[in-house]
């Protein structure tokens, strides 16, 4: 396959082109699952967002009239215990839920893609330091050092989004790493030093621009996971405070009642199996569409 480098002015000629076959065209666009998946997206953080100015119940205000009553008119996804809409508690739900999930791969994203980037281009010393911190990071049970952090510093959205930031951090930095290992020996980039340019242009310009592919599509799997983990710490008892609603404290405060009111537990069930999917689906689109490879790992 030619490969061009815009930064280097090169063109090398592969086999295919060499021997008159075409060179396989990279897959374009999403494919339908991934369009449907970014349309799920799409709809979900516009409806989380605006949520506030649709005509949604209050989500903390109790009607006797709904309350253990299954899906109707009056409440398409039915009342819980206490009469409180279940539609309106998982829309307000995906709000915290994504925040944190978000947040905390921000967090990974930002700290463990720096290092990572930093290690596989400098090597040596420099990766020793940075493969060493993620193998101490990696070595903890996440879902045990996630409960560490929400437990010390205490049930709060910022917390909690800190704490799976910090679990994040290793397993984007470990991919960013390898990738940045790739690419740091390739023409263009050798080009680059060879003129002259500057360490810090040379992986902001050259190597990022290429890394952030699959920097995005495990990113988006992190998200899904980080949305898993805040449900798991409110069964442990470990999330967000008590009155903050999330997907996982909808499901802690719905099982008691799962018997009597499953609804209560399979809205907010649902809301998270679809949203972790979608993010899977679009995390494989990306990876097809860019030819995002990980056999490096």
Do not use: C
């Amino acid at each position: 396959m030619a490969e061009t480098s815009r930064q280097a002015g090169i063109v090398e000629v592969g086999d295919d082109e060499a021997s008159g076959q075409p060179a396989p065209a990279h897959p374009r666009g999403l494919g339908v699952g991934g369009w449907i998946a970014a349309g799920w997206m799409i709809l979900l953080v516009a409806v989380s967002a605006l949520a506030p100015i649709l005509p949604l119940a209050d989500p903390e205000v109790s009607d006797a009239s709904i309350a253990r009553q299954g899906p109707s008119s009056a409440a398409l996804l039915g009342g819980d215990a206490n009469g409180r809409d279940v539609l309106a508690r998982v829309v307000y739900g995906a709000r915290a839920s994504l925040l944190i999930g978000l947040g905390a791969i921000a967090i990974g994203l930002v700290v463990g893609g720096l290092l990572g980037l930093l290690g596989g281009y400098y090597r040596h010393r420099v990766d020793a330091v940075v493969s060493a911190a993620f193998d101490v990071l990696l070595s903890v049970p996440a879902l045990i050092l996630a409960l560490a952090f929400t437990v010390f510093l205490g049930p709060e959205v910022q917390n909690l989004i800190l704490a799976l930031g910090i679990v994040a951090i290793p397993q984007l930095g470990r991919i960013t790493r390898a990738n940045t290992l790739a690419w740091s020996e390739r023409e263009f980039v050798l080009a680059a030093r060879a003129q002259g340019a500057r360490d810090r242009r040379i992986i902001v310009r050259e190597i990022l621009p290429n890394v952030l592919p699959a920097m995005f599509s495990i990113a988006l799997l992190g998200v899904a996971v980080a949305v898993v983990a805040e449900g798991g710490l409110s069964l442990l008892g470990a999330g967000v405070k008590t009155g903050t609603i999330t997907w996982g404290t909808l499901i802690a405060a719905g099982r008691a009642d799962l018997e009597v009111t499953p609804w209560v537990v399979l809205a907010p069930a649902t809301a998270i199996f679809l949203t972790v999917l979608a993010l899977n689906f679009l995390g494989d689109a990306i990876r097809a569409r860019f030819d995002v490879r990980e056999a490096v790992l």
